[in-house]
């Protein structure tokens, strides 16, 4: 059996159905029940997981709490030989200011059980904060709006995760995902208006503007290390990754992609 905790996130919800299509014993966990076949577990509570981690092979553990090594021991005490950590590009980038990645890594690192680290850098599913506003007003709004990452499909860090999870080989293993090119925040608003067959406006923010409406939601380091990869990326965040096609055997898929899959939501 596979535990996926963060089950109805962007990424969980895919590797939930990924696993499940093929058979393979899945419990989802998420911190709030959202329907059938999903249980309650917050991974701020470890004590609260021996259950759910008892019978379990692998898991695939995403960030949240604080409390990492004691995650880590209630997973091993259960049984669980392997662990598939989703962490971000961040913890290699920018140390300094991802502390919560590189304690999860850190943690995982050390527990004595088989582990494999995947760090996507930005996911195509960040422009689900333009839902609103494209469904509402058909504008997007973004600070440095021609600077490009690579953004990953959330769909391929799943798919890389299910492979991960079921295959050997990969044990020891750090991965950056990224997808196939660098876009910029002005081109994903294109995109998703290409998919829309709609105009929609985009609207460059500056640095300020951003970091009033990110620290609404994010701690402060965070909120500055981010608008740095953002606004000023090293080469190595600019840098298209191999690793997806490595673990895949084929390409990762291009924001044009995600945003046909998603228009739904920008209607």
Excluded: C
């Amino acid at each position: 059996m596979i535990v996926v905790t963060g089950a109805t996130g962007n990424v969980g919800r895919t590797l939930v159905r990924i696993l499940t299509e093929d058979q393979v014993p899945v419990t989802a966990v998420a911190r709030h029940i959202a329907g059938p076949g999903t249980v309650a577990g917050d991974l701020g509570e470890p004590e609260g997981l021996r259950g759910t981690f008892e019978g379990a092979e692998a898991l695939f553990l995403l960030m949240a709490g604080e409390r990492p090594y004691d995650v880590l021991d209630v997973a091993k005490t259960a049984g669980v030989r392997k662990v598939v950590l989703v962490s971000s590009q961040g913890a290699g980038t920018r140390p300094e200011t991802y502390a919560q990645p590189r304690q999860f890594e850190a943690a995982v690192r050390e527990s004595g059980l088989d582990w494999t680290i995947l760090r996507p850098g930005g996911l195509d599913s960040n422009a689900f904060a333009w839902a609103e506003s494209i469904r509402e007003r058909r504008t997007a709004a973004a600070p440095f709006g021609e600077v490009g990452l690579p953004f990953a499909d959330p769909d391929d860090v799943a798919e890389v995760a299910a492979k991960v999870l079921r295959e050997d080989g990969h044990t020891g293993a750090t991965y950056t995902l990224t997808g196939p090119a660098p876009t910029t925040p002005r081109a994903r608003a294109a995109a998703i208006a290409a998919a829309l067959g709609e105009p929609v406006t985009f609207t460059e923010q500056s640095r300020e503007e951003a970091y009033e409406l990110m620290a609404r939601f994010m701690p402060l380091p965070l909120v500055e290390g981010t608008l740095s990869i953002l606004g000023t990326p090293t080469e190595e965040e600019q840098r298209v990754s191999p690793d997806v096609e490595r673990v895949l055997g084929r390409a990762p898929r291009p924001f044009a992609v995600w945003a046909e899959r998603n228009a739904a939501a920008f209607r």
